[in-house]
């Protein structure tokens, strides 16, 4: 990484992929909080149901840190999940898979500049930061869905 | 801060405040985006309307900045806001204000431990993210209200 003599380092690869994991534990609450029915149907306001956004969760986080690590993009290639056990069974994995992946993402990839699956020019942090900040937001989302069917969310700030 | 000889510097603290700064200029276009009265009176699923979580990132926002900056935790004084006009005007202050203190946070503060509001134990990063987080998090809820109102958000991925 290019850093000015007095840039103030913040956050290392390491803090960045605690706090993506924490948030991660949070949404898997979030699905599970869900009736199987509910995840797969209801919805507000002509969006997503909240499997839909939990599977963009999934299509993007190995694959990111994939194509950020080496270059090489690929589309995620499972079978899209059908039932919440399921979802939850592909979103463990991911959790095993990125704690081995990210680290091993070389320094320079995170400041260097890439086109992500041929189409959005980002930095490499930038792209990882986009699947966190996008997972946050339609999260959020689905506290609405949750409330809206009479259903408590877990709480926003545990992320153990 | 104390850093690993190993240890992978991802963010400066500029790269965060830009990071930050990005997200608030969306956030102020969702707020923008609300009809004057919905902005105040519209929710689903007996969660509150928009205006008040804009509300509560003001109160969130420079308090923290201040609080990280200096050890001197003061919650926000002003009178609430009664008006989107109200709202935005603040709101812009406080990006001028966000610009101005920010870059003088002193490096080491970052990753000390401090009682934010004696009341959250955390790092002065972590009590930043949280601020960064809780925004992201309410504001996709103000896009379902928004939604629902048949109006259409902002596009998440514009940060200009």
Redesign the interface.
Known sequence: ?V??TA??????????LK?WQG?RRLTRRTIDAFPEDKLFQFS????RPFADMAWEFIVMAVPIVDGVSTGNWQEYKGAKATTKSEILRVWDAQTVELDTKFPKIP?HR??EVDKAFDKWEASG?ATI??AI??E??????G???????GIQPPP??ERD
């Open positions: 990484m850093t000015e840039a103030v380092n913040v956050m290392t690869a390491e803090a960045l706090h948030h507000l306001g002509g969006m320094q995170f400041s942090l930061q986009y900040d996008n946050i937001h339609h999260r959020g989302q506290y609405v869905y949750l409330r809206a069917l926003f700030w």
